[in-house]
């Protein structure tokens, strides 16, 4: 299995970016995706989730800014990110817990992070 990251780059304050996770792989089932964050010098921080049944939890400092999207047949996720700030300014990387073909248990998988850098 693995998680394929794209649509990071460097945007201007205000600016938006469309994040892409795609997960490919012998998948049985995908119980959750979500989204990471780690700027420099911090610890990896949510920034949104989607969970089996479509419930999205979003971290408080992006909430009204980004959306979280999910297409179960392409098995990928999405983040559109608007109204950006340079504290959004990070390595966003993907999540995903996932049962592969063949097995009992989900594991979770990390894809490679894509950098988002946002000018003031």
């Known amino acids: 299995v693995q998680l394929q990251a794209s649509g990071g780059g460097l945007v201007q304050a205000g600016g938006s970016l469309r994040l892409s996770c795609a997960a490919s792989g012998s998948i049985f089932s995908i119980n959750s995706m979500g989204w990471y964050r780690q700027a420099p010098g911090k610890q990896r921080e949510l920034v949104a989730r989607i969970i089996t049944g479509g419930s999205t939890n979003y971290a408080d400092s992006v909430k009204g800014r980004f959306t979280f999207s999910r297409d179960n047949a392409k098995n990928t996720v999405y983040l559109q990110m608007n109204s950006l700030k340079p504290e959004d300014t990070a390595v966003y990387y993907c999540?995903?817990?996932?049962?592969?073909?063949?097995?009992?248990?989900?594991?979770?998988?990390w894809g490679q992070g894509t950098e988002v850098t946002v000018s003031s």
């Open positions: 999540n995903a817990d996932i049962r592969r073909v063949g097995t009992r248990k989900s594991s979770d998988y």
